[in-house]
């Protein structure tokens, strides 16, 4: 399956880890870019790849959101819209 995730900190990286090592291939954004995920990539190897948020969330099948919850208003709803969307946010407004 085709996995975006938006958000590369503790969640959505260790759920990209688990994600690849059963098989399926991520795609990984975060708000710096995709060339701040290099060694991220590295390390998961080549069933990951380093995206921006909206190549994440038009890639996966299923797209996690990993990001500070104050956030979420930059996600790209639109693209989401036709999505399962995984929500790992906690409501911490600030
Ligand atoms: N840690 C836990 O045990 C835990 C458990 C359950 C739920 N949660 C929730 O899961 C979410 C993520 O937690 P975390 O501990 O993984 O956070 P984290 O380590 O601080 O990572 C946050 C990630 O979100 C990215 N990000 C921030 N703003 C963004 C934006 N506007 N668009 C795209 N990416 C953005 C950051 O990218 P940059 O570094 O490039 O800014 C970073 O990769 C939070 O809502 C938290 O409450 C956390």
Do not use: W
């Amino acid at each position: 399956m085709n996995i975006g995730i938006i958000g590369a900190g503790n969640i959505g990286a260790t759920a990209a880890r688990l994600f690849a090592d059963a098989g399926h291939r991520v795609a990984i954004s975060n708000s710096r870019g995709p060339e701040s995920l290099s060694s991220l990539i590295e390390e998961i190897g080549p069933n990951a790849s380093a995206v921006s948020v909206e190549e994440a969330a038009g890639f996966g099948e299923v797209v996690l959101v990993a990001i500070p919850f104050g956030r979420y208003e930059t996600l790209p709803a639109a693209q989401l819209a036709d999505k399962v969307v995984i929500d790992a946010t906690n409501y911490y407004p600030g």
